[in-house]
């Protein structure tokens, strides 16, 4: 049986059944997934559990401690929930760049 992990990353124009894809050997199986916000996150999140037995979830740095409680709390304990956090070079790095592609809304 393979480990089954997924990676949840944000998008502003994500379209989560068009915007996947998978890699796998033998012994690990990583589902990639993006969303567009937090409601496509905990119902994809939901429905991998549900369907493909995920074991991990691992998210973006663009969740929140709330978010990360929600997901954690709508999957069950039996699902690690983990956060890919950087340090503050690489954050401030990567904000740059969102923000010149447009990501963020003005206002």
């Not at 409601?39 to 990360?68: D, M, W, Y």
């Not at 990567?94 to 990501?103: A, N, S």
């Amino acid at each position: 049986m393979a480990f089954k992990v997924v990676f949840i990353a944000h998008a502003p124009d994500a379209e989560p059944e068009k915007h996947q894809c998978v890699v796998e050997t033998p012994k690990y199986k990583l589902l990639v997934r993006l969303v567009k916000n937090q409601e496509q996150a905990v119902e994809v999140c939901k429905k991998l559990v549900r369907e493909e037995g995920i074991h991990s979830i691992l998210l973006c740095p663009g969740f929140t401690h709330q978010n990360v409680a929600e997901i954690s709390e709508a999957v069950g304990k039996n699902v690690g929930v983990s956060v890919a956090r950087g340090d503050g070079p690489s954050s401030k790095a990567t904000l740059k760049v969102m923000k010149e592609e447009g990501w963020f809304s003005e206002g």
